[in-house]
């Protein structure tokens, strides 16, 4: 027989589908790449079962790449293990209407083994414990998002009939902040706006950016689990959004060598349990708290352990590579934008501090939960903070200040090493993301690229 709470939540849902005309349900949850993978399901049957009991579906997808090729040499999966299932359980308080689709309602999914444990190598489970850790310290962890992306003109069918060359932006030139050429995209990003802020993400402010198609926009800020759930959605709603203007949206860190990269910046604090602004400094607002100052610490001395989690594929590092605009040492600065972490000390709640290395291609859920594993490790280390950068970082004298990997091979050796990273997101998860990151690389060491052909083929 059914629970009251079970009963309840069946009554509430039948209403809301009902009340929104709902009769289909996407449901999913995210792999290691961020990319948001599940099923489409009937109202009936959700209502019926699926929002209590969760549906099952293979766990290849831990076991395969971005292109669904499957990844040779795993633990976790692989023909050793038969590709079994794991239950995709829906968070309700998720649920949300879809306001581009009509009669479609969205539920983001937490992921369950057979035997009914969370599974460890899940992006919001790794999350969901750090949130607990931060709890359990007495805090409540805030974050916000700001995503730079691309959009280009073509269908990403058009595009791959063009092998992806000969990309078109929506928009021509540089005109970053321009109010008058954001006129000529408003019909497209006002609309991202204001679908988003119907699907319950509060976009505070958008704006064109330096390279041309390009876009920022800003999440409004809110608790750790909704800040990643809200860039995940903000991103797959870009696509969809995009495609129904015939455009493609890419949060490729770096498109073209000449262009500005696409950052994935990290703005975070922590609340206490009264709900006191944990890095406020009402007697020296030029400076973050003592608290807040560990915490920083922490991220700065942590940053290169984590840098395969910033910057998690090849082309990441074509973004930081110069470091224009984006972190790529172990920095940190009083409202600096060249260093890895900026400070932005205030008397109040709006005391954070922001990680600029991470770029628009990282996986959310693992940046909040990598970023908080780091500076609750400084506040409980009681790490203390290196001299702060006055000025460009990137001119800083050789060996001046500590520089990040400057590639994923070179990250994931770090990641791997690495003690803390273990500690905190536990010797499974890190092995399996190694082993992703591993066959990632492989399979770029054996592409061959447009610029080696034009550049040896014929003088060789």
Not at 238 to 255: C, D, N, P, Q, Y
Not at 333 to 342: C, F, K, Q
Not at 370 to 379: E, F, M, P, T, V
Request: charged residues 20%.
């Amino acid at each position: 027989m059914a629970s009251t709470a079970e009963s309840n939540d069946q009554q509430r849902l039948r209403d809301f589908v009902e009340a929104n005309g709902i009769h289909t349900f996407k449901i999913g949850a995210v792999d290691l790449d961020g990319l948001w993978r599940g099923k489409r399901i009937s109202a009936e049957y959700f209502v019926d079962s699926v929002h209590r009991d969760g549906t099952n579906i293979c766990n290849i997808l831990f076991g395969w790449d971005m292109q669904d090729e499957m990844i040779s040499d795993l633990t976790y999966t692989g023909w050793h293990t038969g590709y079994p299932d794991i239950n995709l359980r829906p968070d309700l308080s998720t649920l949300a209407v879809v306001p581009w689709e009509p009669g479609t309602a969205s539920v983001i999914c937490d992921i369950f083994e057979r035997d009914g444990r969370p599974l460890e190598l899940s992006p919001r489970t790794v999350l969901k414990s750090m949130i607990s850790r931060a709890e359990s310290l007495g805090f409540q962890p805030i974050f916000a998002y700001e995503f730079e992306f691309y959009l280009f003109r073509g269908t990403p069918q058009e595009m791959a009939s063009r092998h992806w060359r000969d990309l078109e932006p929506f928009t021509e030139g540089h005109h970053t902040y321009s109010v008058y050429r954001d006129t000529g995209s408003e019909f497209v990003i006002g609309e991202l706006r204001r679908q988003l802020a119907e699907y319950g993400i509060s976009i505070e402010a958008s704006n064109s950016e330096h390279g041309p198609g390009q876009f920022e926009v800003n999440i409004h800020y809110s608790d750790a689990l909704k800040a990643a759930d809200s860039a995940m959605l903000l991103k797959h709603a870009v696509k969809e959004l995009a495609a129904r203007h015939g455009l493609t949206a890419s949060f490729i860190a770096k498109v073209n060598p000449a262009w500005a990269g696409s950052s994935g910046h990290v703005h975070q604090s922590l609340l206490d349990k009264d709900g006191t602004a944990v890095f406020a400094n009402p007697t020296n607002p030029g400076t973050l708290s003592e608290t807040g100052n560990r915490y920083l610490a922490g991220l700065v001395d942590h940053a290169a352990d984590l840098t395969a989690i910033y910057l998690p594929i090849i082309n990441s590092y074509k973004r930081t590579e110069g470091g224009t605009w984006a972190g790529s040492s172990s920095t940190w600065g009083l409202d600096n934008r060249t260093v890895a972490i900026r400070s932005i000390p205030s008397a109040g709640p709006a005391a954070r501090v922001e990680n600029r290395i991470g770029g628009a291609d990282a996986n959310p859920y693992l940046v909040v939960a990598a970023n908080l594993a780091a500076g609750l490790d400084g506040i409980e280390q009681n790490i203390p903070l290196p001299p702060a950068v006055e000025g460009n970082a990137y001119a800083l004298p050789a060996g001046k200040a500590p520089l990040l990997p400057t590639s994923l091979p070179a990250a994931v050796d770090r990641f791997n090493a690495s003690i803390f990273a273990r500690k905190f997101l536990g010797d499974r998860f890190v092995d399996h993301f190694t082993a992703t990151r591993r066959w990632e690389i492989k399979q770029f060491g054996a592409a061959i690229t447009e610029w080696e052909i034009a550049r040896y083929l014929e003088h060789i």
